[in-house]
């Protein structure tokens, strides 16, 4: 049975930094990504990385200051996220299992985690 477990969430001041960790289990995934979902809005797509972690993705609004890892050995996908912004705040999901060529696109994503909450102050 696959399973994804993120945590690392919490409250933190704007500027702020934090580390998600997503840890999964059930089988491993050629590719990894990151979503968040604000109150009211869409999910969107914040960060991937493939197996060898040769190639990440960022979407506009966390480029230059969130990075994306993975550690295949234990199964895990991490987001190093600084220089945090009120409007950061969301609930940050985990996926697994992409699909087609699109790393940006919901659907893609086979498996999910159940989420953690960040929420950055002003």
Known sequence: QVQLVESGGGLVQAGGSLRLSCAASGRTFSSMGWFRQAPGKEREFVA???????????GDSVKDRFTISRDNAKNTVYL?????????????????????????YIDSWTSWGQ???VTVSS
Do not use: F
Request: glycine residues 8%; proline residues 3%.
């Open 115 to 117: 989420g953690t909450q």
């Open 80 to 104: 190093q996220m600084n220089s945090l912004k009120p409007e950061d705040t969301a609930v940050y999901y985990c996926a697994a299992g992409r699909r087609g060529d699109s790393y940006t």
């Open 48 to 58: 991937a990385i493939t197996w060898s972690s040769s190639r990440t993705y960022y």
